[in-house]
Structure formats: C-alpha cells, structure tokens
C-alpha cells in the first residue's frame, strides 16, 4: 500500500543528500517552501511534473521517489547497509594464481564481471571467470610493456570495449560529505565506483556501502599482490572505512554513446605495445623503471656494479624479476589472441614472434627463480649467478629484436 509519509521521508532524504535546504528546493521548483514542508511531512503528495522535476535536481528515477524502502531503512537504528549485486553470476576464478601482480587488469575484469559483459558461461550459467580478460587488459592499458611503470593514460580505451565513459574526480576538490555523496548516489544507480589512492595501497572497486557511505564495500586491488588480483569474489567484499580521508581519485561510470570494438581496441594496443617495446633510451634516476629494450642494458649494467662491488645480494633481482617473467608472458599471449582478434594481421609472422617469446618467457622463469632462492645459495656463487643471469638476458634482447622484426611486419596491413 502507497504510504504518503514514507514517500515524504524519501524525497527529504534526497533533497539533503543533494545539498538543498528546504527554500532552495521550492525556489528550484518555484513553489513555496510551506509545500515542499508539506511533501516532507506527509500531508501532501507533488505533482507529477514536481515529481520529474526532483528526479532532475536529485539525479534519481521517480520510483525511488515512490519506493520508500531505502529511506526507511536508513532512518531505523542499525547500520544501513546498500550493496549492488552483479547483473549475472560470476563462477569461481578458474585460472592460474600467479602471476596476477597487474592492479588494473584485475579491476577491470572484475568490472566485465559486474556488468555481466562475459559471454562464455559454464554449466550453471555463470560468468566464465579465468585470465582472458585480465590479459586483454594487461596489454589495453599497456602496463604489461613496463617496469615498475604505467602509462599516463590508462582508462579510456579499457573503459569504452564495455560501453562505459567516466570521470575522474580528486578528493582535493570536494568537501568530504560531497565526496561521501559523489560515491555512494552513483552506487546507488547500480553503478561501481573506483577509488584510485595516491598511496601504495588498494585500489577498491566499490559495489556498496554502509554507515551513511562512510565505509565502503567492495574488491580491492593491490598492484603486486597477487592472490589478492586473483580473489573477484562479490560474496566476500571487504571493508574500507576512512577511504574519503585519503587522497586519491574517484571514478564515476556512466554509459557511453559509443562502444569501441574488441578488434579497435587490440589494434591500439598492440601498436601502441610495439612502440614501447621497441624504446631504447631512458632518462630519470631509476634504471628499472620505464619500458623498451633500454631495460635490459640497465639491467645488466646494475648487475656488473654488484658484482664489482661484491654484493652480498643480488639487490636488482627484486622485484623487477618478477615483473620481468610476468610481463613477457602476457605479452606473449596478448600477441596469441591479437591473431584471432585482429584482421588482416599475418599470423606467420605472429607464430614466429610468438615463438621468440617462448624462450623469452623460459630465461623469465629461471630469472625469477634465482630471485626466489638467492638466499640458500652460498655467497661465492652470487657472482656466477649474476652472470649467468646477464647472459639470459642478453639472449632475450636479442631474441626480443627479433620477435618486435617480425611483429612490425605483421603489423604492416593493419588499419588503425
């Protein structure tokens, strides 16, 4: 049964969490604000076109005008709680636990997810969950071309395959209540937000809030981490009170008015990858972070200075020989699905390249291994196996050449 009061609890609710008093309302609807009062109160109930015209200033549907279920149970004495489901089930993670050290390429898998975009279903109907996307998207925002490094701009394309836009929204700009409303009226539209923190720590991908939008709930995503890339699991959300007092940036989504074809999207991508892949100078204190084949001359030149040194350990292993194994391997299989994805690519030539990889990704496994167990070998060796490891990536420099030789004349009849 329509319940006035209720109703007029509801539009109350919303008149404040949109930052109106009472008269700035009625003048926004040029009524007296005696009838917004009476609306609020239960003792009259607006037009329709006052209706529509609140669903404007408030950015909501009219139903949630009518539908009092929400603004009862926040005005009830326990801790409201608003949590969107996925549009279609999700199955467990299906593919391998490492590596998945890449943040973003997990965030935006889990967002596919979300939005029920996956096509391949198991017995149950449920959203294949494995590493197809999260290795599209390793290379679609390019950071599987990097060291410890990502690119300005990693959004816009992995974004728009899905038939999204967004904003970008930095907590320097808002009040901490309107960066609390910002999250918790777009989430409440059925729609994720994206906290992205300054500082080494998760990024969350919300799907709920409680405590007024003071905590929110959802997947976080640590860069490096990688059980915790692999868990996309929206039973078990985690926590994050206090998110809104750090700085960091927001990401609203919105439907888009175009989608960017799978097959547009790889192409950018992959020339894109070429590029990087192919720079071969580097500027900047770190020599391990930036991308291209300068990194394996800075590679080996930290390892020689070890050695001079006579190091104790070998200091420039970690983590780049992680990042190192992990970032060949997707990029081998980025090229594997750019065969089937992309037209008039030549997939002799791609075999090749491809086959290149193969044993890029080989000396990537042994490096990483000597990273893992440096410290059970006796110090005598270290040199020994810092050469040994120079060597391993000389052969992949020059192995990698010649896969990226055979790559840009695969590319050659691609249309951007």
């Known amino acids: 049964m329509f319940d006035v009061k209720k109703m007029g609890e509801q539009i109350a609710y919303l008149r404040r969490e949109s930052n109106y008093t009472q008269e700035q309302l009625a003048e926004e609807l040029k009524v007296s604000p005696q009838a917004v009062s009476k609306w609020e109160n239960g003792k009259a109930v607006p037009e329709v076109p ?8 408030f950015n909501c549907s009219v139903d949630k005008m009518l539908d009092p279920s929400s603004c009862v149970l926040r005005n009830m004495n326990f801790d409201y709680e608003f949590i969107v489901k996925p549009r279609l089930p999700v199955a467990d993670y299906s593919g391998p636990e490492w590596p998945k050290s ?22 149950k109907n449920c959203q294949i969950n494995d590493d197809e996307e999260y290795i599209l998207q390793s290379a679609i925002t390019n950071i599987c071309f990097g060291y410890s490094w990502s690119p300005d701009e990693c959004i816009h394309d992995s974004l728009l395959i899905y038939g999204l836009d967004y904003e970008i929204h930095s907590r320097a700009d808002y009040s901490e209540d309107e960066f609390i409303s910002l999250a918790c009226r777009q989430i409440e539209h059925g729609y994720p937000v994206i906290i992205i923190p300054k500082e080494y720590t998760d990024n969350v991908f919300a799907v709920g809030f409680s405590d007024h939008g003071r905590i929110l709930k959802g997947l976080g995503f640590l860069e490096g981490d990688d059980q915790k890339n692999a868990r996309i699991n929206f039973d078990q959300l985690s926590e994050y009170m ?134 059970s070998f006796p110090r005598d060796s270290l040199q020994e196996k810092r050469n040994h490891i120079i060597d391993m990536l000389r052969r992949s420099s020059e192995q990698e050449e010649l896969a990226l030789s055979y790559i840009q004349k695969a590319a050659a009849n691609i249309q951007k």
């Open 242 to 375: 206090g998110w809104y007092r750090v700085d960091c940036d927001l990401v609203t989504l919105r439907p888009s008015n175009e989608k960017m074809p799978l097959a547009k999207a790889c192409v950018n991508a992959f020339l894109r990858g070429i590029k990087l892949l192919l720079n071969d100078s580097h500027s900047g204190e770190d020599k391990m972070q930036g991308y291209g084949m300068v990194i394996y001359r800075n590679w080996c030149d930290l390892l020689r200075e070890e050695n001079q040194a006579n190091a104790d350990r070998i200091e420039c292993v970690f983590p780049h020989a992680f990042i190192h194994y992990e970032n060949k391997l997707r990029t081998r299989q980025f090229f594997e699905l750019c065969k089937n994805i992309i037209p008039d690519i030549n997939k002799e030539l791609m075999d090749l390249a491809i086959s290149q990889y193969n044993d890029i990704v080989s000396f990537g496994t042994e490096i990483a291994t000597i990273a893992h167990l440096q410290d």
């Open 102 to 123: 890449i943040s973003f390429a997990s965030l935006f898998t889990a967002l596919k997810l979300f939005f029920g975009l996956e096509q391949r279903r198991d017995g």
């Open 50 to 57: 006052m209706l529509c015209e609140m669903s404007r200033l």
